[in-house]
């Protein structure tokens, strides 16, 4: 059976609503999965076969710097050839932030699911909600 990591961080609780929707659609396809808030729970993402990474946009559309960044700075050097999906809100932009995110995840050499990424602007309504679940739910049929 397949095990699925989502690792996230969320400042205002965006992404965290977004992390959970996610679960439910994970959970709904029988897929066994950890949500994992990278600010407190230390698991490796070595123990999955799929990983999944949520971080907001921040400042000019960055990653967050001080926890996030570098926790996915390291987790790069380990991505190479895993199933991997992206998602995260934002406050405004276009989206710059996810593309420079789905690029780094190219270049570690690992097995990117949907070009685009989830987004979800500011605080995820019923309809995002839905779209985090069946984000979710087609990861696990990846």
Do not use: H
Request: charged content about 30%.
């Amino acid at each position: 059976m397949k095990k699925v990591g989502v690792f996230y961080w969320s400042g205002t609780g965006n992404t965290e609503k977004m992390a959970e929707a996610i679960g439910v659609g994970l959970g709904n396809a029988g897929v066994e999965f950890d949500l994992v808030n990278i600010s407190s729970d230390s698991k490796s993402i070595s123990d999955y076969e799929m990983l999944m990474f949520g971080c907001p946009s921040m400042g000019m559309e960055v990653l967050e710097e001080a926890e996030f960044e570098p926790f996915f700075e390291e987790a790069e050097k380990s991505i190479s050839g895993k199933k991997v999906a992206l998602f995260g809100s934002y406050g405004w932009g276009d989206g710059e932030w996810m593309r420079n995110w789905q690029d780094r995840v190219n270049d570690a050499g690992a097995d990117l699911f949907d070009d685009e990424g989830l987004i979800v602007n500011e605080t995820p309504d019923d309809a995002a909600i839905k779209k985090c679940e069946e984000f979710g739910s087609k990861f696990a049929q990846y």
